[in-house]
């Protein structure tokens, strides 16, 4: 049994009575709903009306819930329920987040350490997609969501994975999806598409949390496919009295070339962690990693610390093998006995 929704809006199940619009996309709608049997809020997502009759992308709708219903973990979005509205549309029922996104953040402001370490959170979110064998492929400021701890503090949590893909076949026919300014330049060729392009995605969604926008002017695919791979973004770190290595980090994140990013989610987490630690004033300086830790940079330099190292003090000479105290004082009172015998011949022979 279905009960109609709120104006404009679509019929659900009489266990989730929708009360409001709370964003939409391109492909889908997501609606505040009420789960009446739990008696807690949650979203509902639902296909577009334009895209409900094309197959592959309603197969890509249904396949986004499988992905979320399948991972069970706090820092990805969770599904709970899937099924069919009377019109056909496909719709899945997951977790409502309270505290908004890290786009709302872009907009208002957020201070650097606090960005860095949301951003920390992000990219272990990432992690958990990769250990699945997933690829986000449109990681922005608006999918990664933001939730409210007991505490009052904010939890990032990984949402919208209607384009991701498994690793397994990422290079497959998949088609150019994601945000221009966000993207992987590989994102907009036909090669395979790992975890260092979500890894990429991150680095730019860090950026714009800290400026205000994306690393690069880049709308379409065309401004990505032109970008010339060897141009960094604009220096940060003086502006925001950060440590250099946060220039590094970016350098290394936003290269054109994967090999050069860090190889891994939970890398990129730690390093944002560490520098939002040195903003507060709190951390140590940050350890030196190597380039196979932080992703090859080739002529530019990776994320290390900036400071020089202390010139060390010069190796004593190895000692050279010698004799022990005892020997010396033997040959003391040897030569004591020689010196008193040669005075005596001499006071005898005087006399």
Request: a negative charge.
């Amino acid at each position: 049994m279905t009960v109609p929704g709120p104006p404009g809006g679509p019929a659900f199940l009489v266990r989730y009575p929708v009360s409001r619009r709370l964003g939409s996309g391109a492909f889908a709608t997501v609606w505040l709903a009420r789960d009446t049997d739990f008696d807690v809020d949650v979203a509902i997502k639902v296909l577009a009306d334009n895209w409900a009759a094309d197959p592959a992308i309603r197969e890509r709708f249904v396949t986004e819930a499988k992905f979320l219903r399948r991972i069970r973990d706090r820092r990805v979005v969770h599904v709970y329920d899937i099924g069919t509205l009377d019109d056909g549309r496909p719709f899945f029922v997951m977790d409502y987040l309270d505290a908004g996104s890290l786009e709302d953040l872009r907009r208002s402001g957020v201070a650097p350490a606090e960005a860095l370490r949301l951003c920390a959170e992000a990219a272990r979110g990432l992690e958990v997609l990769h250990r699945h064998h997933l690829v986000h492929r449109d990681v922005t400021p608006g999918n990664l969501l933001l939730t409210s701890r007991p505490d009052g503090s904010r939890a990032v949590v990984v949402a919208d994975l209607g384009v991701a893909r498994s690793v397994l076949d990422s290079s497959a026919g998949a088609m150019i999806v994601g945000t221009p300014s966000y993207m992987a330049p590989e994102q907009a060729g036909t090669g395979a598409v790992d975890p260092r392009a979500d890894v990429y995605a991150l680095c730019a969604v860090a950026y714009a949390l800290l400026t205000g926008g994306p690393p690069f002017a880049v709308l379409t695919i065309a401004d990505l496919t032109s970008r010339p791979p060897d141009v960094g973004p604009a220096p940060l770190a003086a502006r925001l009295e950060a440590p250099a290595t946060l220039d590094g980090l970016f350098l290394s994140g936003l290269a054109g070339d994967p090999h050069r990013r860090p190889p891994s989610a939970a890398v990129l987490a730690d390093a944002f962690d560490q520098i939002a630690l040195e903003l507060d004033g709190v951390g140590p300086p940050p350890p030196r990693t190597s380039g196979a830790q932080l992703g090859h940079a080739h002529s530019t330099p990776a994320p290390v610390d900036p400071a020089p190292s202390p010139t060390p003090a010069p190796a004593a000479p190895p000692a050279r093998p010698g004799r022990s105290s005892t020997f010396y004082i033997a040959m003391t009172v040897l030569a004591v006995l020689l010196f008193a015998a040669f005075l005596g011949i001499v006071i005898a022979v005087s006399l």
